[in-house]
């Protein structure tokens, strides 16, 4: 298949890379030299616009910021609508909002092309290693045609229903996880507080109750006070504000989230933007 892929951040650079294996891949990135590394890395080809990069494609794949990124990428001046093939698939990890999905759904079928919203999880390391957890909406043909090729990078990919459903699924992960993460900072800091040797601790925990994929993943870089790296704080506050507003519309209680939203606003304030999201122990800590 002739693949295209758009935006190579933390997450987009390794899928793509897992997709050069078997397919021919053509990517795009807005800071080029990005693109070239990959090239120079994996072959494949460069573009300098989506709309060029999508050209023939049968898949174009995106993993850029939020909604007004997507949209740049898709339906803006040089975005990819413009240049794929009729009946071709656009298939976008970025994690965004609902409505947005929606959207350019509508907007891909006036254009005779198919549109489905895949957000991910499973972080840095889930995308480097092919195991990621994909979240899915869509036309079940469209999502048919998908699901072999994301297979490449997935550990589960699944179809939970119409457009918008793999956002709104994505929503319930991003809930579940940030009460977790804070809890998982309290932990942290109580343990340091107490006297006790942090890694000892979390090595017995981790195999109870307690035990989850931030503890695993992340204990370690938070014991080192290190978080250059992973799943961005202001990626994590574009995703809090997009679940308290459907919350908000919908009238779901989010009383925690809605807290952790606000720490995390603080982590911003200590120049944290781009720090990963367990870096809410260096607040409790500074
Ligand atoms: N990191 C994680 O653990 C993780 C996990 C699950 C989901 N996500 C979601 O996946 C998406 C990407 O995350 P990431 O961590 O890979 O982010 P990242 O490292 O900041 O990369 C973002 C990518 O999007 C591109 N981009 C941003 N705005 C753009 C625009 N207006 N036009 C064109 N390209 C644009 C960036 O290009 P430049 O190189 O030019 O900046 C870069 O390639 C986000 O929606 C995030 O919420 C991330």
């Known amino acids: 298949m002739n693949l295209t892929f758009l935006g190579l951040g933390v997450m987009g650079y390794p899928m793509a890379g897992h997709l050069a294996k078997h397919h021919d891949v053509t990517v795009y990135n807005r800071t080029a030299s990005k693109a070239e590394a990959w090239v120079a890395e994996h072959g494949g080809a460069m573009a300098s616009t989506p709309e060029q990069a999508a050209q023939g494609a049968d898949i174009v794949f995106a993993c850029v910021g939020n909604d007004d990124d997507l949209r740049g990428v898709t339906t803006g001046a040089g975005g990819a609508f413009h240049g794929m093939k009729d009946g071709a698939l656009f298939v976008d990890h970025t994690t965004v909002s609902a409505a947005v999905t929606r959207e350019l759904y509508d907007a891909a079928r006036a254009k005779g092309l198919n549109f489905v919203d895949a957000p991910i999880s499973g972080g840095q390391a889930g995308a480097e290693n092919g195991q990621l957890s994909i979240m899915c909406g869509g036309d079940q043909d469209a999502y048919a045609r998908a699901e072999p090729v994301m297979n490449i990078y997935a550990k589960l990919c699944r179809r939970i229903g119409e457009s918008g459903a793999g956002q709104t699924t994505k929503m319930c992960n991003q809930i579940a996880i940030a009460g977790l993460v804070q809890g998982l900072s309290e932990a942290l800091h109580f343990a340091q507080k107490a006297g006790l ?30 978080y250059d790296h992973g799943f961005a704080v202001d990626w994590m506050r574009k995703d809090l504000g997009i679940v308290l507003e459907n919350a908000n519309a919908i009238g779901a209680s989010l009383p925690v989230t809605a807290l952790v939203d606000q720490f995390y ?15 809410l122990l260096k607040r409790l800590r500074d």
Do not use: C, F, P
């Open 197 to 226: 040797d942090g890694e000892a601790v979390v090595e017995v925990i981790s195999q109870g109750a307690a035990g989850s994929w931030q503890m695993q993943n992340r204990y370690k870089t938070m014991l080192a006070d290190h």
């Open 265 to 279: 606003k603080d982590v911003q304030k200590m120049g944290g933007g781009r720090w990963d999201t367990s870096s």
